[in-house]
Every structure is written in C-alpha cells, then in structure tokens.
C-alpha cells in the first residue's frame, strides 16, 4: 500500500476571473511583508488556503493539488501515521504554483521573488524548472523568480523519452505541463526561460487526514477525528471496470461517525460540479478550476479513454473504491508547507485527498 500526493500551486491576480473571497475556510492571511523586489522584511509561509487582506505586496498565490492515499482492503485507514500493518510510503504528484500580480492603482508591473517549498515527510523526485534541492531532498527553493504581468505559456516542458523525463519513481508529471497553462497567470522569468508556473512533485508518507475510515463489511465507517474548517462534501466512488458509480456524503460533526453504502449513483457530473464548487470556495480562478479537471477528471472519476497513468494503473479494471474530499486548511501544512519572499497578500491552496479503501 502507499501514498501519493499531487499538488497545484498557482499564483492568482487580485482581480482574477474569479473573485477572491474576503473570507472563507481556505483563504489565509499572509503575514508581515517580505523583499520581493526591492524591500525587505519577513518571508510568508503558507502551508493552507486562507483569508488574507493587506500585505506589502500586490501579488497573490493559488495552490491545487492531489493527496493519493493507497491502503489495503483490510487495513484501517486513519489520518496519521498508520500502525505497522500499513505502508502508507508513495509518490505526491502534481504540485504547479501559478503566480499573478495585481491589477489596479495597488497594482505592480513585476515582483521578484524566492519560492521554497518544504515537506515534512516526503523527497523530491521532479521539479519544473529545475530548483535548488536541499541535501535530503526534502526542501526545494527557487530564487531569482521574476514575476511580469504579461502571461506566458509553458516552455520547455521535457518529453516523455527525455533524459530529464527519467524519474527515480518512472513517472513524468512534467511532460503534461502544458495541460495545466492557465491564461490568467502572470508569467514567470526564470534560469533565461518565461514559465507559466512552477511544479514540484514528491514522494512520502501522507498528511493527518480528518476522518479515519475503517472497512466494515461492504461498509465504510467514516469518523470525523480532526479539523473543523472542512470544505465540500466526501464523495465516494466506486470504479468496477470503467463503470462507475458514487454518493455525495455530508460530512460527520466532529467526533462523529458515519456509515456509508456502496455507492449506486450515475450521475458524474454532479460529483464533478461539487468538487468544482469546493475549489471555488477556497478561492481558486475559474482557469485554475479547469486546469485541475483536465488534470484529474478522467483519473478520478474514470471516464473512458483516459490515457493518463494508464501504464501504471494496470489494475485499474479491478473494482475500486475511493473517498474524494478537501484537505482542510488546517491540515494542508502536513503535505507541503509554501514560503514565500517577500509576502503575497493572499495564498489559496487546495488539496483534494484520494483516499483508496
């Protein structure tokens, strides 16, 4: 059994298709200002999406993301680190960070930046560009990012049969880069080449989860152990060779369980509008809503023809079963904590858990 998580973080204007919310559970305030471009003062770490007001800079930051948790059928799946029984150790996937400036009489023409991202319990195993990596692997830092108004494409991105497409883990997340190209991000200068955002992918044991699920028979008992800022619902999907079947399931109060039946419903779209809700409520754009669907729609909801992981999602046509929800802001800095120099006003992160039961 193991563990994957993929995350998207993008940079998003204040003025971006898609308002940012003066308040809500993924919204978080950055702190005190940092150097960006020319002055200085204390970077700003944002491990979760949160609500922020002023900052000494005009640029904020969006994050998306995936926490694949992998478990075997018989083994109780919990929001910290599992007994012995569980190997909870496997790849985070997908992390892109989009950046956008301000628009407006606050607005900038460009800020420079450093960007690292730390992660308590996983390695780096890809970064795009290619950032400086701590000696174990565990911190990752970009500096010199220069950040522009205009957007920009991406550039660059290697081939599956590149040298730099050769993985520890023989997976390439940087190849579908341009998939995740959104146009209302601001463009990134960095090492001589423009970016549309930067990605880091990496492998480690999973976050606290808030709810501890355990296998009951043809049941899931779900408990509601941690967090009380939840988003969105849980979806549970059940995948039996294509077909595809699921519920939307209210979460628990907290200190509740609840148990829930295989799922028998058809209607994948409506799943899909609640997943796009939730990551409108934490703030994302609507371009960054879509960049994320194109990313994970057919994985997560099995739509025929996707061709994505397919090499090695061999056991796909078995039945499967899953719990989709939100990571809470609360919980986000377990899988990667995002500092930034100087501060964003805002930083709005959203990390879905696949949690494979």
């Known amino acids: 059994m193991n563990t994957r998580i993929a995350l998207l973080a993008l940079s998003a204007c204040a003025a971006c298709n898609n308002p940012s919310p003066s308040k809500g559970p993924n919204a978080s305030p950055t702190s005190s200002a940092a150097s960006l471009a020319s002055g200085a003062a204390s970077p700003a770490t944002s491990g979760a999406p949160s609500t922020s007001s002023v900052s000494s800079s005009a640029f904020d930051v969006h994050e998306w993301g995936l926490v694949d948790v992998r478990s075997g059928t018989t083994a109780s799946l919990v929001g910290g680190p599992p007994g012995g029984h569980t190997n909870w150790n496997a790849p985070r996937r997908k992390p892109v960070l989009y950046f956008h400036l301000a628009d407006g009489s ?11 991202v730390t992660t308590p319990h996983l390695t780096f195993v890809e970064t795009f560009p290619k950032g400086e990596l701590s000696s174990d692997s565990s911190t990752l830092t970009w500096r010199g990012v220069h950040v522009r108004k205009e957007s920009c494409h991406v550039t660059g991105a290697p081939r599956r049969d590149a040298p730099e497409c050769h993985t520890a883990d023989g997976y390439c997340e940087a190849a579908e880069l341009p998939t995740y190209e959104t146009p209302d991000a601001s463009c990134i200068d960095f090492a001589g080449a423009s970016f549309n955002h930067l990605f880091y992918r990496a492998n480690g044991t999973p976050p606290e989860l808030p709810y501890d699920v355990v296998v009951k028979g043809n049941q899931l008992s779900i408990t509601h152990a941690r967090a009380t800022d939840i988003v969105g619902p849980i979806l549970y999907v059940h995948n039996d060779s294509g077909t595809v079947t699921l519920s939307t399931i209210a979460p628990p109060a907290v200190g509740r369980s609840i148990l829930a039946d295989p799922p028998k419903d058809t209607d994948v779209k409506s799943a899909q509008n609640a997943l796009d ?3 409108k ?7 960054e809503i879509g960049a994320f669907d194109r990313a994970w729609s057919n994985d997560l909801f099995g739509n025929a023809g996707a061709a994505r992981e397919r090499d090695q999602r061999r056991a796909a046509l078995a039945p499967s079963d899953v719990l989709l929800f939100v990571l809470p802001a609360s919980l986000v800095n377990g899988a990667s904590t ?5 501060t964003p006003r805002t930083v709005r992160r959203f990390m879905l858990v696949r949690l494979r039961v």
Not at 107 to 116: H, L, M, N, P
Not at 281 to 287: F, I, K, N, Y
């Open 106 to 116: 606050n607005g900038t023409s460009a800020v420079d930046a450093t960007v690292t």
């Open 277 to 279: 809700a939730a990551m």
């Open 281 to 287: 409520e934490v703030g994302l754009t609507d371009a």
């Open 338 to 342: 995002v500092t930034i120099s100087p």
